[in-house]
């Protein structure tokens, strides 16, 4: 579905007013691996920050999307980027309900559990918003 766009010339690094920011973040974010894939080969920025979630990377972690944050560490992202509402990858996976197998995955990869930031200020406070708590103690 992306490549008819992709071969018509579409800009992949565009930042829109969208939540997303970009059709990578949309991509990430909805879960789409085959799409995240052909953007990058397109030359999609995996590194560019818009919208709401910051970098592809937190976009991905916001629906627990691990196939995704993989590919995307593979290919370079910074877990501890920080951007976006939420202010980082582990802020963002704690934020999220169900998001406690994205924080120990991204634990596992170097993220820091004491970043902080975003709209919560660090990790405790967004899981202790969003019944967390008790996963991450």
Same mark, same amino acid.
Request: glycine letters at 10%; hydrophobic letters at 45%.
């Given at each position: 579905?992306?490549?008819?766009?992709?071969?018509?010339?579409? +800009?992949? &690094? +565009?930042?829109?007013?969208? *939540?997303?920011?970009?059709?990578?973040?949309a991509?990430?974010?909805? %879960?789409?691996?085959? @799409?995240?894939? @052909?953007?990058?080969?397109?030359?999609?920025?995996?590194?560019?920050? @818009? %919208?709401?979630?910051?970098t592809p990377?937190?976009?991905?972690?916001? *629906?627990?999307?691990? /196939?995704?944050?993989? +590919?995307?560490v593979?290919?370079? @992202?910074?877990?501890?980027?920080?951007s %976006?509402?939420?202010?980082?990858?582990?802020?963002?996976?704690?934020?999220? /309900?169900?998001?406690?197998?994205?924080?120990?995955?991204?634990?596992?990869?170097?993220?820091?559990? /004491?970043?902080?930031? %975003?709209?919560?200020g &660090?990790?405790? &406070?967004?899981?202790? +918003? &969003?019944?967390?708590?008790?996963?991450?103690?």
């Open positions: 579905m992306i490549q008819p766009l992709l071969d018509a010339g579409a +800009r992949v &690094n +565009r930042v829109t007013s969208s *939540e997303y920011g970009t059709a990578l973040h991509a990430a974010e909805c %879960g789409h691996l085959q @799409a995240v894939e @052909a953007l990058v080969a397109a030359g999609a920025d995996i590194h560019i920050t @818009a %919208g709401i979630y910051g990377l937190q976009a991905a972690t916001r *629906e627990v999307h691990i /196939r995704i944050m993989k +590919r995307l593979e290919l370079g @992202a910074d877990v501890n980027a920080q %976006g509402e939420h202010g980082s990858a582990v802020l963002t996976a704690a934020a999220s /309900r169900g998001g406690i197998k994205a924080l120990k995955w991204l634990v596992q990869h170097g993220a820091d559990i /004491r970043a902080q930031g %975003g709209k919560w &660090n990790v405790y &406070n967004a899981a202790i +918003r &969003n019944d967390q708590w008790e996963t991450i103690s």
